[in-house]
């Protein structure tokens, strides 16, 4: 989708970056690993035309991941369905087996969910958002990116429970368990941001103030939408649903968990376009079908076919119409504040 609007607006003349001014990229699962990709460049505009090659290779690595016997004992229930070491080397590869948070050259903030957070008043799981935004001595720029990203993209079922590569501390599940849609995760990590430097300002005075939004600028991408709802049998006003209709219907299994997560990024979507009014847009496609790709000319080809159909078009063109109403696509002068971009 930020590749067809990149193509978009050079089309059209509209020679400004799309992602350069960009201070902080954040995604869950999928979406930390686009994260990733971008903040490794100096200048993010320039990943565009390596963007496809690098998600062919990873639904090639899915692809590896699926073994006849590990499917067998996947479905016994005592195997995770696919094998999570073919994505954990590709990233090795790719971005380096010793790269660091803090090494990446932009910003970025990856939610992961914690197996056990060793909390000192109570020992429990719990949210975890990795990012390099922090002080220098946060323990989160030493974190590797494999791991991080890992960690981000590991859901329960699919993948294994994801550790480390120093074998050492809590294992992490698939950021999507709390933010689905990290677009809150991100406002929240900006506006922490903000308060941290205001409150380093006016140490001295104590003053406090509401962080100002004013600047902030921030594009949610999602990862498409399609029909989704329930229609029960009712008697007298109500639907006496027990655990199989909830998660062992043989036409829709797991519809519960699937509602929650969908819900749980509508209700991220809905807040941030509360809080933020239109300094926030929302590009998500329709998506009528399943799609599927296992290399990176299936990815390609599949690509085009979602970004070819009507009602992506329409989107495209409303969000390029945003960009440039938003001053998105404006430069900054040395003697003005521009809004703070975020995706």
């Known amino acids: 989708m930020l590749k067809s609007l990149r193509e978009n607006l050079t089309a059209k003349g509209q020679t400004q970056s799309l992602l350069n001014d960009v201070e902080l990229f954040s995604g869950t699962s999928a979406g930390a690993f686009n994260a990733a990709f971008f903040a490794s460049y100096e200048n993010p505009d320039d990943a565009f035309p ?22 067998a004992l996947a479905l016994t229930g005592n195997s995770a369905l ?93 950021g999507g368990i709390f933010a689905n849609n990290p677009s809150l995760v991100a406002l929240a990590q900006i506006v922490n941001n903000i308060t941290r430097k205001s409150r380093a300002e006016k140490v001295e005075t104590m003053e406090t103030e509401p962080p100002d939004l004013t600047n902030i600028l921030m594009m949610s991408v999602g990862n498409g939408c399609t029909s ?31 509602m929650m997560l969908e ?13 933020l009014r239109k300094k926030y847009f929302r590009l998500n496609p329709v998506v009528e079908h399943s799609l599927s790709a296992g290399n990176t000319k299936q990815v390609e080809s ?36 521009q809004p703070t971009p975020a995706t």
């Open 50 to 71: 390596k963007i496809l090659d690098f998600w062919g290779e990873v639904v090639s690595m899915n692809r590896k991941a699926v073994g006849l016997a590990r499917t």
């Open 82 to 174: 696919l094998d999570s070491s073919y994505m954990r080397d590709f990233f090795c590869s790719y971005f380096g087996a010793t790269l660091r948070l803090g090494d990446l050259k932009r910003k970025v903030a990856l939610p992961s969910f914690q197996l056990d957070g060793q909390r000192k008043a109570l020992r429990t799981w719990k949210a975890k958002v990795f990012h390099n935004t922090g002080h220098d001595n946060d323990p989160d720029l030493n974190e590797l990116v494999v791991d991080v990203l890992m960690r981000s993209g590991s859901p329960p079922l699919s993948y294994p429970i994801y550790q480390g590569m120093r074998h050492e501390g809590s294992g992490y599940v698939d």
């Open 302 to 337: 599949t690509v085009q076919q979602l970004v070819s159909t009507q009602s992506t078009l329409m989107q495209l063109n409303r969000a390029q119409a945003w960009l440039g109403k938003s001053g998105w696509m404006e430069k900054s002068a040395p003697s003005q504040t």
């Open 228 to 258: 989704s709802y329930l229609t029960p049998r009712f008697c007298n006003g109500v639907a006496n649903w027990g655990f199989s209709n909830w998660l062992l219907d043989f036409h829709d299994p797991m519809v519960l968990v699937k």
């Open 263 to 275: 819900a749980g990024s509508d209700a991220a979507d809905h807040q941030c376009r509360m809080i």
